[in-house]
């Protein structure tokens, strides 16, 4: 066995097949392990499988999400071609599955935890074509179970014509009919496989298209419908499960799921059901009861409230004791000092003008809904000073909340709680004076749309552990906790929001946590635009990160950030900080104006950046500090006052066809015990030199034709000596 393959020092074999081998390897530069998967040129397997190979490294390495494998590096070293990935430890899906000892509800967690995987790869054009649970591997990230996957050997990425039409290449059985047509794949051929994976799941490891000859195999996938389950498992699964299924497996592409993350929204809300009952049935997932229909906002029995003559009741809470399920209860324009319990799918709509039906309490929630399908409408519900509690509390089922004011003196506006509560609020306003504006815990979700946030003492949302937030077109504002707090395990998506004048924050990330945002402003906050704690993770797309007090994203200790299409400007801080084995990626991103570095890299933590820009900066372009890793492909640095790239001791960094120019200092910084690399790169125009190296630094190392027309500077104990530019 070698004792290293590229500057990774093999450890141990992990496993042989016919094309290569795959090693326990450990990166000297990190001190990390890593999988080191191997193929020998001039192998049986040709320069097919070469170019497959390096096709993989080339899909793999361009995605950077939690749900697939992290690609390190590509490389050949003596014959052979390498890819160095994370080092996972865990079993994957396809034992599992047969296993049937992991609870249904954890087998489709894991499911669609690799469709978001898959869908990210599709939004990227690369099409996987090898799905199965064989290649979607199984580990635990603390107590949570976390699917990646893995093996794009076989990928298609952008128009490659690698093989010929008509050829097939994958697992017969996940193949969809398109492809067995013509041997081409799209993105819906990657969901017909994972419409495959799921009715495995459903029938613990049974598959919808059987044969005793590959030939029989393609023909059921071409000709028959999916295989009906045995009758004794058929009997215990939501049917909304085997719908998902069908769907997925339709013969037709357009017939579908439009995206994997379509998928994956319809595996979760299909499988929804309490936890306690899911968890005491393995591999095996018990019918659930209808969920009653919520009532109708214009039609069924209506009760009038409102004092005066004009009402059949002079109290809500009389009418709803007289209210069954379906009722309107429409109230007139008043105040109403009550504490309520709602435990009917009931409407209660106010009447006239915003604001002038108010419903206040100074003794508990002004409203608590504890029916499925209960209904708010034009209320203005104020918690006064008193008891400490929220002024609405929903807790249970899908209430619908739309056009009402909620506020309350000391505890949250509205909170939620209980796993399957799962509420809408729309066109509302939520007011607190106290520490969270929204409180959302125990597996609840919910949904805002068009709402408006404030939390004057803190937080304007806090999810808390394995609770989703959901917001569309939302604006959380001043106040002097952060706007949105994830606790471990929690998930947010905001889509066209904005978070600003928070004084502690914009979005908090803990472990394990995840944010999705797109085109979001996070502004103004006297601290950190997105801060990703030990191994949260946030995904940002055509966002805006201005004006933060210490940086517009910052992350550690393990921390997983991606920004696509970002413009971080104005932070008095730095644009992005990363430490502790963070990594975040930046791709046709604009770093512009920000106080100190426009990107910091240290203790461990390494950046990826592509097509970005960093300019007009107070400081520094981009800082490699100690320990910190970097590689900056086709980007420009310019304009800012400090040097555009600095590598400190125990840092290193790569450029490959990039452009440093026109700073007021000098173009590249290079310290003693710290490396930096040029490929095709341009240095020129800056103030004070191209490269000034610290008296012990090592020389640059010089690829591929860059043009450093500026002055080479070296400092020594007798002062700088300049050296002709560098060709």
């Known amino acids: 066995m070698r004792d290293k393959i590229g500057r990774f020092e093999i450890l141990s074999l992990l496993g042989e097949g016919a094309m290569g081998k795959v090693y326990l390897a450990r990166d000297p530069a990190l001190g990390r392990e890593v999988a080191i998967k191997t193929i020998r040129l001039g192998s049986a397997f040709g320069p097919e499988a070469t170019a497959r190979f390096e096709r993989e490294a080339r ?44 609870p249904m509800a954890d087998l489709l967690e894991l499911l669609a935890q690799a469709c978001e995987g898959l869908a990210y ?20 990230s603390g107590k949570r179970l976390v699917a990646k996957l893995m093996d794009f050997g076989l990928a298609v990425v952008g128009h490659s014509d690698l093989t010929q039409e008509g050829n097939w290449m994958g697992t017969v059985n996940y193949m969809a009919p398109e492809y067995l047509d013509s041997g081409k794949a799209g993105p819906a051929s990657d969901i017909f496989a994972m419409g495959v994976i799921l009715y495995e799941i459903l029938s613990g490891g049974l598959r919808p298209f059987t044969g005793e000859t590959a030939t029989a195999v393609l023909t059921a996938i071409l000709r028959q419908p999916p295989a009906p389950l045995p009758a004794d498992l058929a009997q215990g699964f939501q049917p909304e499960l085997l719908e998902v299924a069908h769907r997925a497996l339709a013969k037709q592409p357009g017939e579908r799921y439009p995206s994997a993350y379509a998928l994956a929204d319809a595996i979760r809300q ?53 209210a069954g399920p379906g009722t309107r209860i429409l109230v007139l324009p008043g105040i109403y000092r009550e504490s309520l319990v709602v435990d009917k799918a009931v409407a209660i709509i106010g009447q006239g003008e915003p604001g002038e039906v108010v419903i206040e309490s100074a003794k508990g929630p002004c409203l608590s809904l504890q029916a499925a399908g209960a209904r708010l409408g034009n209320l203005l519900l104020q918690a006064l000073p008193g008891e400490p509690g929220p002024a609405l509390e929903i807790l249970q089922g899908g209430a619908l909340v739309e056009n009402c004011e909620i506020s309350a003196a000391q505890g949250p506006a509205v909170a939620i709680a209980g796993a399957g509560v799962e509420p809408l609020l729309r066109d509302c306003t939520l007011r607190s004076a106290g520490l969270v504006g929204v409180q959302v815990r125990d597996l609840a979700k919910v949904r805002l749309e068009d709402c408006l946030v404030e939390a004057e003492a803190g937080t304007g949302l806090r999810g808390g552990p394995g609770t989703g937030l959901e917001l569309l077109r939302c604006r959380v504002q001043n106040g002097r906790g952060v706007g949105l707090a994830l606790e471990p395990g929690a998930r947010l998506t905001m889509a066209d929001c904005q978070v600003s004048g928070q004084e502690a924050g914009g979005v908090e990330v803990e472990a394990d946590a995840r944010a999705e945002l797109k085109r979001c402003r996070i502004l103004d906050s ?19 990160l201005s004006g933060h007090a210490a940086a517009g994203l910052h992350g550690v200790g393990g921390a997983m950030a991606q920004l696509q299409g970002c413009r971080v400007s104005g932070n008095p801080g730095y644009g992005a900080a990363i430490a502790g084995e963070a990594l975040l990626t930046l791709d ?5 104006g920000n106080g100190e570095a426009a990107v910091l890299v240290r203790q461990g933590a390494t950046v990826r950046m592509k097509g970005c820009q960093l300019f007009d900066g107070h400081g520094f372009g981009v800082v490699c500090a100690r320990h910190g890793r970097g590689v900056l492909e086709d980007c420009g640095i310019h304009g800012n006052g400090g040097t555009g790239a600095k590598v400190e001791p125990g840092g290193s960094l790569l450029l490959v066809r990039c452009d440093l ?33 610290a008296k012990d630094a090592s020389d640059p190392v010089l690829r591929g034709g860059n043009r450093i027309e500026d002055s080479l500077v070296r400092a020594t104990e007798a002062g700088a000596v300049r050296v002709a530019p560098v060709k």
């Open 588 to 592: 046709q991103c604009e770093l512009k």
């Open 121 to 140: 790869a599709h939004e990227r054009g690369i099409v996987h074509r090898d799905i199965k649970p064989a290649n979607i591997l199984v580990g635990r």
């Open 526 to 544: 006297g601290s950190v635009g997105v801060l990703l704690l030990e191994h949260g993770q946030a995904v940002l797309e055509d966002c805006d």
């Open 270 to 322: 299909a499988g929804a059901a309490p936890a306690a009952v899911l968890a005491a049935i393995p591999g095996r997932l018990p019918a659930a009861p209808p969920a009653p229909a919520g009532p109708a906002l214009d039609s069924g029995p209506v009760l009038v409230v409102g004092k005066g003559g004009k009402g059949q009741c002079m109290s809500v809470r009389v009418a709803l004791r007289q």
């Open 661 to 693: 120019r026109d700073g007021r200092d000098t173009g590249i910084l290079l310290f003693e015990d710290a490396e930096i690399t040029l490929e095709e790169c341009v240095v020129h125009r800056n103030a004070r030199g191209g490269i000034l190296l």
């Open 59 to 102: 899909a793999a390495g361009s995605l950077n999400h939690p749900n697939v494998v992290t690609v390190f590096e590509f490389g050949e070293d003596a014959g052979t071609y390498y890819l160095a990935m994370e080092r996972l430890e865990g079993e994957d899906l396809d034992a599992l599955i047969r296993a049937r000892q992991l």
